[in-house]
């Protein structure tokens, strides 16, 4: 599940070499790697072209040009740039290829059934323009099947981000750990099927490399979830409360508070402002409605210590009232999500509510924004999939967590679960049909509701997100909001082993 920086696999790489295995054994595992997802993937597959980059890239790619000619394929090699100038194993590995080496150009790419992009890989740190660009472009134009080696060229592996030209695979090969680059888009719509390949890097290199970006899994937050047992009680699961706004906003709130059940949650309150206490009522059974009179009313209910998670944001308002009830949240030792509303209320002075977070005394605090709510409260982090400072996704999450004193969940199709600690888990599960009105609602509910179950934040937030993924992808097209939490008992199920 750790997912590697192009810096942290330089450095896996180094380790192993250090250990004793040579540079070039790597890159012979690594052209049979990629020859093994050749028979896989593209068994028919007769004539190939192999794409070769200046780099160890382009080393694999003459290794895996090597094994396929000697299996029979009609293999091309072309170069990008001049093959002379290679240097170290890439060097080794050209030479023992032995055969003819053209020029990587538009020209060569037609003719073939498979091409591998053994271009750039991973580590590329810059756009790519120029001819190299225009050779992309040709591969893309081409109808033959393209299987990138370790990325596709042009896609970032640390931010997934392709601000030049950038192949599109039909499947990528990588080896001993994936990059964010393969789960963050858009290199994740780039990449293809994602296949992993040990290539002889010792898993102990790890513990050395300390990696903090993980792949958002159930092996990343399963120990830390305890689900009911035979001798538990609804008591023993805690009590979540989600803050309703006025009668004529209240479904966010029920979407939330019915999730929070479904997730696990012993008992869940909908906490009611009087005007929507009938509404609220009318449309729930199994969650019991309180009402509250104003910050004030809002403290008195949860000064209860029962109550030991509260969802407060969706429906709520930003009227000059909603950070009076969000410091009333904040107030006690019970964890708390902020959403929606709740997070836009502090665009004109977010430092109040980390100010606010700071003083918390419960077990931590979660923040589940959109890029538009992320954006107001982070301004210079803001900005869509990189941010005014620069940085890829899950740094701005992490910075973002680390100023806020919160988890912070910055949603999207690749949603990043950021720690104040600088953990970083990246979701990959999450079908286009969450795209939907208050499916962000649901999200909520469901961390309210393992929060409850008392789940550290960031495991919580984690597994609430891979949920509510999954859950998408169990009822498929046509899903809306109010069929995610009926979807989470085959989730539940999956999860322990009970699935038909």
Same mark, same amino acid.
């Given at each position: 599940?750790?997912?590697?920086?192009?810096?942290?696999?330089?450095?896996?790489?180094?380790?192993?070499?250090?250990?004793?295995?040579?540079?070039?054994?790597?890159?012979?595992?690594?052209?049979?790697?990629?020859?093994?997802?050749?028979?896989?993937?593209?068994?028919?597959?007769?004539?190939?072209?192999?794409?070769?980059?200046?780099?160890?890239?382009?080393?694999?790619?003459?290794?895996?040009?090597?094994?396929?000619?000697?299996?029979?394929?009609?293999?091309?090699?072309?170069?990008?740039?001049?093959?002379?100038?290679?240097?170290?194993?890439?060097?080794?590995?050209?030479?023992?290829?032995?055969?003819?080496?053209?020029?990587?150009?538009?020209?060569?790419?037609?003719?073939?059934?498979?091409?591998?992009?053994?271009?750039?890989?991973?580590?590329?740190?810059?756009?790519?323009?120029?001819?190299?660009?225009?050779?992309?472009?040709?591969?893309?134009?081409?109808?033959?099947?393209?299987?990138?080696?370790?990325?596709?060229?042009? =896609?970032?592996?640390?931010?997934?981000?392709?601000?030049?030209?950038?192949?599109?695979?039909?499947?990528?090969?990588?080896?001993?750990?994936?990059?964010?680059?393969?789960?963050?888009?858009?290199?994740?719509?780039?990449?293809?099927?994602?296949?992993?390949?040990?290539?002889?890097?010792?898993?102990?290199?790890?513990?050395?490399?300390?990696?903090?970006?993980?792949?958002?899994?159930?092996?990343?937050?399963?120990?830390?979830?305890?689900?009911?047992?035979?001798?538990?009680?609804?008591?023993?699961?805690?009590?979540?409360?989600?803050?309703?706004?006025?009668?004529?906003?209240?479904?966010?709130?029920?979407?939330?508070?019915?999730?929070?059940?479904?997730?696990?949650?012993?008992?869940?309150?909908?906490?009611?402002?009087?005007?929507?206490?009938?509404?609220?009522?009318?449309?729930?059974?199994?969650?019991?409605?309180?009402?509250?009179?104003?910050?004030?009313?809002?403290?008195?209910?949860?000064?209860?210590?029962?109550?030991?998670? =509260?969802?407060?944001?969706?429906?709520?308002?930003?009227?000059?009232?909603?950070?009076?009830?969000?410091?009333?949240?904040?107030?006690?030792?019970?964890?708390? =999500?902020?959403?929606?509303?709740?997070?836009?209320?502090?665009?004109?002075?977010?430092?109040?509510?980390?100010?606010?977070?700071?003083?918390?005394?419960?077990?931590?605090?979660?923040?589940?924004?959109?890029?538009?709510?992320?954006?107001?409260?982070?301004?210079?982090?803001?900005?869509?999939?990189?941010?005014?400072?620069?940085?890829?996704?899950?740094?701005?999450?992490?910075?973002?967590?680390?100023?806020?004193?919160?988890?912070?969940?910055?949603?999207?199709?690749?949603?990043?679960?950021?720690?104040?600690?600088?953990?970083?888990?990246?979701?990959?599960?999450?079908?286009?049909?969450?795209?939907?009105?208050?499916?962000?609602?649901?999200?909520?509910?469901?961390?309210?509701?393992?929060?409850?179950?008392?789940?550290?934040?960031?495991?919580?937030?984690?597994?609430?997100?891979?949920?509510?993924?999954?859950?998408?992808?169990?009822?498929?097209?046509?899903?809306?909001?109010?069929?995610?939490?009926?979807?989470?008992?085959?989730?539940?199920?999956? &999860?322990?082993? &009970?699935?038909?």
């Amino acid at each position: 599940m750790e997912l590697l920086t192009p810096e942290e696999m330089g450095r896996a790489d180094a380790a192993a070499i250090d250990a004793g295995t040579p540079g070039i054994a790597l890159m012979e595992a690594a052209g049979q790697a990629i020859a093994e997802t050749v028979s896989n993937r593209f068994a028919d597959a007769r004539r190939v072209l192999v794409l070769a980059g200046p780099g160890n890239n382009g080393g694999d790619g003459y290794v895996v040009a090597r094994l396929l000619a000697g299996r029979g394929c009609a293999v091309t090699v072309c170069q990008l740039g001049d093959a002379a100038k290679l240097k170290g194993d890439a060097a080794l590995a050209a030479a023992a290829w032995g055969g003819a080496v053209g020029a990587a150009t538009p020209a060569c790419v037609t003719g073939h059934d498979l091409v591998i992009d053994a271009l750039f890989g991973a580590g590329l740190a810059r756009p790519v323009t120029g001819a190299a660009g225009v050779l992309i472009e040709a591969v893309n134009a081409d109808p033959a099947a393209v299987l990138a080696v370790d990325l596709p060229s042009g =896609v970032s592996g640390e931010t997934g981000l392709a601000e030049g030209a950038a192949i599109r695979a039909d499947a990528t090969v990588t080896f001993f750990r994936k990059k964010p680059g393969h789960l963050l888009y858009p290199g994740r719509g780039l990449c293809g099927p994602v296949d992993v390949h040990d290539i002889g890097i010792p898993s102990s290199v790890l513990g050395e490399i300390g990696p903090k970006t993980f792949a958002n899994e159930p092996a990343l937050w399963r120990d830390r979830w305890h689900p009911p047992v035979a001798e538990g009680h609804k008591y023993a699961r805690g009590h979540a409360v989600v803050v309703s706004g006025p009668a004529s906003a209240t479904g966010a709130a029920r979407l939330a508070a019915m999730a929070a059940l479904r997730a696990g949650a012993g008992l869940v309150s909908l906490a009611s402002p009087p005007s929507a206490v009938l509404v609220n009522a009318a449309h729930l059974t199994a969650v019991m409605v309180k009402s509250f009179r104003g910050a004030q009313g809002l403290a008195e209910l949860l000064s209860d210590a029962r109550l030991n998670a =509260v969802a407060i944001g969706p429906g709520i308002g930003t009227g000059s009232g909603t950070k009076d009830l969000v410091g009333a949240c904040l107030v006690g030792t019970r964890a708390v =999500v902020l959403d929606a509303d709740a997070l836009t209320a502090y665009r004109n002075e977010p430092q109040g509510l980390f100010g606010a977070i700071a003083g918390h005394s419960g077990p931590g605090v979660a923040m589940t924004p959109h890029e538009g709510e992320f954006s107001r409260l982070f301004p210079d982090l803001g900005g869509g999939d990189r941010g005014a400072c620069g940085v890829s996704k899950p740094d701005r999450a992490r910075v973002a967590a680390a100023r806020s004193g919160a988890v912070v969940v910055l949603k999207g199709p690749d949603t990043v679960i950021a720690a104040p600690d600088g953990r970083v888990a990246i979701n990959a599960n999450a079908p286009p049909w969450l795209a939907t009105a208050g499916s962000g609602d649901v999200l909520t509910g469901i961390v309210a509701g393992l929060l409850a179950q008392k789940m550290p934040p960031f495991e919580a937030a984690a597994m609430a997100v891979w949920m509510h993924g999954k859950a998408a992808s169990r009822f498929g097209p046509g899903m809306i909001a109010e069929d995610l939490a009926p979807a989470l008992p085959a989730v539940f199920a999956d &999860l322990l082993g &009970l699935a038909d």
